[in-house]
């Protein structure tokens, strides 16, 4: 068994999660789709060598600063807050899985 495989698993399964809460939010269909495939590869082959897992934590980031401009233009919105706070706890679990794994 791959080592971390559970927690790839795992962040995968959360990604899907908060998937399904951005998917109304408008622009954002073609990350949706790459984090879609992503986690989905994950899910479903693991990564050996954390190379789907280091793809993830990229898009997350990515990910991470859209919803922080589109939060920097509605700072009411605390969905808007709270998806921004998410995808960052997600690239930290990705960070964190690449760092304890040594690679």
């Keep these: 068994m791959i080592e971390g495989s559970d927690y790839q698993r795992t962040i ?3 990604c899907r999660d908060f998937l399904d809460q951005v998917d109304d939010i408008p622009g ?6 790459l984090l879609d495939r992503i986690t989905s590869v994950i899910i479903e082959d693991g990564d050996d060598n954390l190379f789907h897992i280091r793809n993830l ?3 997350l980031y990515k990910y991470e600063l859209k919803l922080l401009s589109l939060y920097s233009k509605n700072p009411d919105n605390t969905r808007l807050d709270a ?3 998410k ?3 997600l690239k930290e ?3 964190n899985l690449t760092e304890k794994t040594g690679d």
């Design 12 to 14: 995968a399964i959360m």
């Design 28 to 33: 954002l269909a073609n990350e949706n789709d």
């Design 57 to 59: 934590q990229n898009h």
């Design 83 to 85: 998806l921004y706070r």
């Design 87 to 89: 995808s960052a706890s």
């Design 93 to 95: 679990m990705c960070a």
